[in-house]
């Protein structure tokens, strides 16, 4: 993910840990799930929000205390997201982290280029690179269960055009930053004849897959 030509402004992440001094009370006691949180914030920065322009600033419980109270929050550390609370009290969730930023990235920085989000058993997703291949499009292609990142991205950006309660599938294709769907949309917008198929658009987890390999089970 790369800024626009217009430079949004980066994602605000804050963190208030157990640290600071107010009045005549000081802590002096480090706080180790705050530490842990830290090193949780920065490396899910550097992983699953790679490339996600983040602004992350670290600051003193006690010296401000009434700031993260406004929202509800007390006990540090206390994580917040463009100031929404999203942990307390606690070492953090990367992954509840990871969603509330990506919710936010997609509707603040465009997606650009080609891309297709997939996974390595997807024979949908291995259709839908041939047709690629075949066009001589270059594209970049990301794994979303060898890369938990890409995945965080995909979904929000998925469910803002097919709808919260419509289930998503892999592949996800964009091109030149437009939104295509999966390999059959593809297929349509390069011209390519699909063969007819029976099993199209079923999952490995699709009802007769399943009592057909219950059946043959039974019968071995």
Known sequence: MTETSTSPEPIRVTLYRW?????????????GECALTVDIIEDTMANELSGVPIELEVREWLSEWWK???KGAWHAPIVLVEGDVVSEGEALNRGVLAEKVMNIAKDRFEIEGNQVFGKE???????????????????????????????YEMFPRVKAHIGEKTPVTVPQIWLDGDYIGGADQLSKKLGVKIPPQKDRARSSLSPSRWFGRRLKTAAA
């Open 19 to 31: 640290a600071g001094q107010w009045g005549p009370f000081k802590i002096k006691v480090p706080c």
């Open 121 to 151: 058993t997807c024979p949908h997703c291995t259709r839908a690179k041939q047709y690629l291949d075949d066009a001589g499009i270059e594209y970049v292609y990301h794994d979303v269960v060898k890369n938990p990142g890409r995945m």
């Open 68 to 70: 993260p109270l406004r």
